[in-house]
């Protein structure tokens, strides 16, 4: 469904007042003093800033425990040992991966997302339960959100036989990205893992998005592997790699070769701005002509207990992870979760140009920056040209 | 100003619903079905959790830019850049510290906080313009916080011939504490100004609180030398190091011995959980028992744009820099931001038990955790038994 909408007063990225004449979901005209059209929605902006719709380019909707009641946190605290214990109560608690996405994309909406790429676990023991319940949310919010899915072997690939063919069948569901793990540390056989994953990326002509927590030397080995398959299979551009806390290292002998290959073959990197962890630097990485896009990650999941799904208090955190102060430092962290994540997800027509689809959010604030650091909850957010959520309430109810 | 007051069903630290009741600003019940008495306000609880106060234990309120219009930021990127900076603009934009207190201590009241540490700038500059200031906020509002006062040197002390007269006066106007700043990095002559500043400390009989920014081996130097005056003029107790970046050191050999040191003589430390640079392990210096407070440090001030004055979303910080997961870590967070403040700020008949002053937070939340995790904006907040904020609104407007 596609809207006519007439939204008065607000100001596109903080800039001077204009009015926005949105006709079937797009924007039609946008500046000072539009003439309002007759038999048209009109929206007071109130003198807000408008951006384009916020980007959550990295998350696990298949997964959330939103909505389930509060549930104490206790896994060990290795990667394998999350891994585990999250597989362990999927089933057992029915961490029902529609109803839980449905949620969580309802939340996303409330804060301001319009497009989502999620990673949905596929393993030998939940099998394809997660893309299943990620796509029926796909169909059933399409009102509201766009979402990309990432068929992503969670609990490994070389190291669960059987895996690599659930990914395969995945793709054929209706995935949109080959997702793959830490083909060191968690599979094992690296050489093994990329070569799965890329040759699925190739059979399917769809690009991959790899989680890589290794750091170090580790880290850097196997995305130096990453760059190595997307050069040779001329993937340039349709490669992200997501966490990258290599990246993070101090040590500029390790890292500045890889930033130079990154940007060469166009490969994406996704931060959350992780406060504990090692973590690439967004604004070395940005100069470098590196694509960055950011994400929730899970949201309170087995994993641990953060997350709103708020991708502006998410730029706050890229902002605190990277020292970023001025306000055109803070800009760059809200650039990657708007057209940052909308570049790695390749939305066509995102923007606010003459021409876009009105994806839109009205958030007030004096400038980017101080939207960024405020997070306002009265938010009016627009999908298609359609008031979706406005100060907290939603269109669509979650499950 | 004491007050009466009886809370019908909260959950005293997210445990077993309870009722209170408050008589003349103190807790003089406190258990499941209390009788109501006669001729007092009820407050419904609705079943949320009751804590004490917030405690904002390190912030600068004479500096804060709150509701003084949007300003972009463009310091250097020094810490000298920032400090000569905020120093040139105070008078030039004028940031009236006795204005700028009391909006920083309305919106901490707002969002829970009952009792603020503060640093004050004090320079040959601007001389005791903050003082004058944070000294009137003090008494203006005092109904809705207590306020401890730290006289201390932004700028430096022995490159700033002058200054020592002018904390000597501070103390005399009515600061609880001496403060400090970067021995080595900023005022290039360690030993002269631990020796001023503990100097000060042991002629008014007052505590200590120091600055210390320094990384790695200048960091611990200058921590050992605070370590040695702590012993050596019996100051166990009365002594708080904040920031101390040194102790995020990855190098066991120089942070585990400065760790002994602070538990032995019981020097406090002050973290924000900062995620950009090295911090205190909080996990670690707890289980050595290290005495740990927190703060916002800077809201929205010349240094940057960060900050809403929530202690329940510093914990978050803490959590997310110290990567707790489990309930019972980030419930040490929550420890950090409450009783963790109160006993570095000694503040006398702090918590819930039977006799402590009715400072007290309500907040909805199924654990704490979860209060944490979330940072509900529908809290109450108490002050001596009268209910100073309540969903946002507020009992003291700011000026």
Redesign the interface.
């Known amino acids: 469904m596609s809207h006519d909408l007439f939204i008065r007063n607000v100001r596109p990225m903080a800039r001077s007042a204009a009015d926005v004449h949105v006709q079937a979901g797009r924007i039609a005209a946008i500046g000072p003093d539009l003439p309002v059209p007759a038999g048209v929605e009109v929206l007071d902006g109130a003198g807000a800033i408008l951006t384009p719709g916020l980007v959550e380019a990295h998350t696990h909707l298949d997964k959330s425990l939103w909505g389930m009641?509060?549930r104490?946190?206790?896994?060990g605290p290795r990667l394998i040992d999350k891994i585990d214990n999250e597989r362990r109560l999927k089933k057992l608690i029915n961490i029902d991966p529609a109803r839980q996405s449905a949620r969580q994309v309802v939340q996303s909406s409330r804060m301001g997302s319009t497009a989502i790429r999620s990673h949905v676990d596929v393993d030998t023991e939940i099998g394809l339960w997660g893309m299943e319940g990620v796509l029926k949310t796909r169909a059933d919010y399409a009102d509201i959100m766009d979402i990309d899915i990432v068929a992503f072997p969670q609990s490994g690939l070389m190291i669960r036989p059987g895996t690599a063919e659930l990914l395969d069948q995945a793709m054929k569901m209706g995935a949109d990205v080959v997702g793959g793990l830490d083909p060191c540390a968690i599979d094992r056989d690296p050489k093994g893992q990329l070569d799965v994953v890329f040759g699925l990326a190739e059979r399917y002509g769809k690009p991959v998005d790899i989680h890589l927590h290794e750091g170090g030397t580790m880290g850097a080995f196997s995305m130096e592997l990453i760059i190595e398959r997307t050069r040779a299979l001329g993937m340039a551009g349709k490669v992200t790699v997501s966490h990258a806390f290599c990246l993070g290292d101090p040590d500029p002998a390790l890292v500045d070769p890889l930033i130079a290959a990154l940007a060469e073959l166009d490969i994406a990197i996704m931060t959350t701005?992780?406060?504990?962890?090692p973590a690439p630097p967004v604004a070395k990485l940005a100069a470098a002509g590196v694509r960055l896009c950011s994400g929730s990650d899970g949201i309170?999941d087995t994993?641990?207990?953060?997350?709103?799904a708020d991708m502006l208090e998410r730029a706050?955190?890229l902002?605190?992870?990277?020292?970023f102060?001025?306000?055109e430092e803070?800009e760059l962290a809200f650039d990657v979760v708007t057209h940052g994540g909308a570049r790695v997800m390749d939305l066509a027509g995102y923007g606010l140009d003459i021409g876009c689809v009105a994806d839109l959010l009205i958030v007030p604030?004096?400038?980017i920056?101080?939207a960024?650091?405020?997070r306002p909850?009265n938010r009016i957010v627009i999908k298609r040209g359609r008031v979706v959520a406005r100060d907290g309430a939603v269109l669509r109810e979650a499950p």
Chains 1, 2 share one sequence.
């Not at 104490?72 to 896994?75: F, I, K, L, Q, S």
């Not at 701005?273 to 962890?277: C, W």
């Not at 994993?303 to 709103?308: I, L, V």
């Open positions: 009641g509060w104490p946190h206790d896994a701005g992780p406060a504990s962890r309170r994993w641990g207990p953060y997350g709103n706050m955190f902002g605190l992870r990277n020292n102060r001025k306000d803070v604030g004096a400038a920056t101080e960024v650091v405020s909850a």
